[in-house]
């Protein structure tokens, strides 16, 4: 019961997040947001490892792993949350999340080309359950020619988001081969706030980092450490508890919390569509879960 809970909790901080990052992504562009999260969220993770005596393993660890795990912090965490924010401003949270969460149709499509996988009957159902979801969520009532731009914006970066996490995630799959979560995250979340310290001093936003106030700072640090930080722990929890397949299809009901918290919290129009689409993505993330 405790592994349940804590999946379900790893969902509960992941939708949490999304309205967070919402919130202030109107006033803090995706490369600054995305740094300022980090860095509460890195300090975290950092002190946890350095408490549990998990820290004095790096020394220890295979080069392979570290190269896949910087390819897939720069890869999954960089550009993929970077994208991902984008697609929270331009379509909310109602229909970022859904969509961006399908990243495992992705990953089994990946698999079944370069690895050559056959698909089962549930990957099959699954596959067709969110191409409807993403049909479904694409779609804008509105007749508003801004709207309607950014809204194709939003949903084509939402796609991408999904994309790239999964690339992130394969990567970060290869570097777990040689190295624990707990220390995985420890390294590449100080990485991650280093690659991007340099993206903002090099691209000139750093004069704007400084204006930005301390209620932004606040926000997006809550949000991070809740996302990356909790959030993480907790589904790591639920995994070792109840195994990567049930705590994995638990854990993917975020579409769901997002959809609810964003109707409730920020006042998002949740039409029947987009409540359809949540629920159908949903669906089909848990039967590709289930079909591993």
Not at 103 to 125: D, G, H, N
Not at 165 to 184: P, R, V
Not at 219 to 228: K, R, S
Not at 268 to 282: C, Q, S, V
């Amino acid at each position: 019961m405790i592994g349940e809970i804590a999946s379900l909790s790893a969902a509960l901080c992941w939708a949490i997040s999304a309205i967070l990052y919402k919130k202030s992504l109107e006033k803090v562009d995706a490369i600054l947001a995305n740094f300022i999260r980090t860095i509460p969220a890195a300090i975290f993770v950092f002190v946890l490892v350095l408490l549990i005596g998990e820290f004095w393993k790096i020394s220890y660890l295979p080069y392979w792993s570290l190269v896949y795990l910087v390819l897939g912090t720069f890869t999954g965490l960089g550009i993929g949350d970077g994208l991902y924010f984008l697609s929270l401003k331009y379509i909310g949270v109602g229909r970022a999340v859904p969509i961006t969460s399908t990243y495992p149709l992705f990953t089994a499509v990946f698999s079944i080309i370069f690895l050559e996988e056959i698909p089962q009957l549930l990957t099959i159902m699954g596959v067709i359950i969110i191409v409807v979801a993403i049909w479904l969520l694409s779609k804008n009532n509105s007749q508003n020619s801004t709207n309607t731009k950014n809204n194709k914006k939003g949903f084509i970066l939402a796609v991408i988001t999904a994309i790239t996490w999964s690339i992130g995630i394969i990567l970060l799959d290869l570097a777990l081969e040689g190295i624990n979560y707990y220390l995985a995250n420890a390294i590449r979340l100080p990485l991650l706030v280093g690659i991007l310290a340099v993206v903002i001093l090099l691209s000139g936003r750093g004069k704007i980092l400084v204006k930005t106030s301390l209620r932004e700072w606040l926000i997006l640090g809550l949000a991070g450490v809740t996302a990356i930080g909790i959030g993480g722990i907790a589904f790591l929890a639920g995994i070792s508890l109840i195994g990567a397949t049930r705590s994995t299809a638990i854990s993917s009901v975020t579409p769901l919390f997002s959809t609810v918290f964003s109707f409730y919290i920020i006042r998002e129009k949740i039409t029947l569509r987009i409540a359809a689409g949540a629920i159908l993505a949903t669906l089909g993330i848990v039967l590709l879960t289930l079909a591993r």
